[in-house]
């Protein structure tokens, strides 16, 4: 694979990373198998893994680590992540130095190494400043315990401030943000792609396949597949939803524009999130070995300008179709209190 360089960090990553949800109860349980397909995925040139520590409550991090254990994990740009609930306790959640610093050690034991290269805050947290999340984490690079640090789903302003408070404070900086970003969820074109791009902060998109509706499965006049996801996440697949049926009808545009250009549907999506200049990589997440190989290789695939016009014209630029995709909303949205004087 040609390697793209993350952000300014000068590492280079493959434009494909591997993301690990679905190793282990989330999605399949068989750490054999998931190891299975990491090591195809290495053998194939992808040399990015991403996982974090909510994935399963640690299963995933587990198989992550039992896969790479050895000399494999030398040659791998390792990545998870920190802020999601690990136990009951109020404080085992979150972006504090108290839990920063207890959970990266937690994160290492289950991935079996003595460093992470790139660690990653999961989502915002508005009851904590940025500069005590930035500062446990510079601690962290300090301490060799991790390489570089970055950001999950954050909204423009919060990357921007992030910027400025580790300049003003004398901090390290997240040097990535990983956004939702497919031909379904585009609302990251304007604002965050671009602040990154301006700051020079690589971008690893999660859910490319939109959370499986650009599989190729989700399509009218058909049965509609069943999965633990969409167990999980209602609102993202209930066809009785206006904004899901729009999804299902984008979903049957999109599959006949790839077919007309000789691609699947897996394909011209990938693709399509690499065509964007501030993208440094897609994150995949593959639940089988099948699933893997349909997705190999859509790195090398370039999609012409005609075909990225009438995908515009399928779903705009800057358009989500359903809001709930965005992945995070500020929770003072969901307070009257905070909405109003009285």
């Known amino acids: 694979m040609e390697m793209r360089v993350l952000g300014q960090t000068g590492v280079r990553v493959s434009p494909l990373c591997l993301g690990a949800m679905m190793f282990g109860a989330w999605g399949n349980p068989d750490h054999e198998d998931g190891i299975r397909i990491i090591h195809r995925a290495l053998d194939a040139g992808i040399n990015f893994i991403d996982t974090a520590d909510v994935y399963a409550r640690g299963e995933s991090e587990e198989i992550v680590g039992k896969a790479l254990a050895g000399s494999r994990r030398d040659n791998v740009v390792l990545a998870t992540k920190v802020h999601g609930t690990m136990g009951e306790d109020a404080n085992e959640q979150g972006n504090s130095r108290r839990w920063i610093m207890r959970e990266v050690e937690a994160s290492l034991r289950r991935l079996g190494t003595d460093w992470i290269d790139l660690y990653q805050i999961h989502r915002p947290d508005s009851s904590c400043a940025i500069e005590e999340t930035l500062g446990a984490l510079t601690d962290l690079v300090r301490a060799g315990k991790i390489r570089y640090f970055g950001s999950s789903t954050f909204p423009a302003h919060e990357i921007v401030e992030a910027q400025w408070v580790s300049e003003k404070k004398g901090l390290g900086r997240f040097v990535c943000e990983q956004p ?134 399928v779903v705009p630029p800057g358009t989500t179709i359903n809001p709930v995709d965005r992945g995070w909303d500020p929770p003072l949205l969901a307070s009257a209190k905070s909405r109003r004087r009285s």
């Not at 000789?262 to 693709?271: K, N, P, R």
């Not at 995949?284 to 005609?306: N, W």
């Open 180 to 313: 939702p970003y497919s031909m379904f969820v585009r609302g990251v074109e304007a604002d965050v792609l671009p602040v990154c791009e301006q700051y020079g902060i690589g971008v690893i998109p999660w859910s490319p396949l939109a959370g499986g509706w650009l599989s190729g499965r989700y399509r009218k006049n058909a049965e509609l597949p069943s999965s633990h996801r969409a167990t999980l996440m209602a609102r993202n697949f209930d066809l009785s939803l206006p904004v899901n049926q729009a999804k299902l009808d984008a979903a049957d545009k999109l599959a006949a524009l790839a077919e007309e250009a000789g691609l699947s549907l897996v394909q011209m999506a990938l693709a399509f999130v690499l065509e964007h200049p501030a993208v440094t990589a897609a994150i995949i997440g593959p639940r089988t070995l099948e699933q893997l190989e349909g997705q190999l290789g859509a790195d090398e695939i370039r999609l012409d300008p005609q075909l990225l016009d009438r995908i515009d014209e």
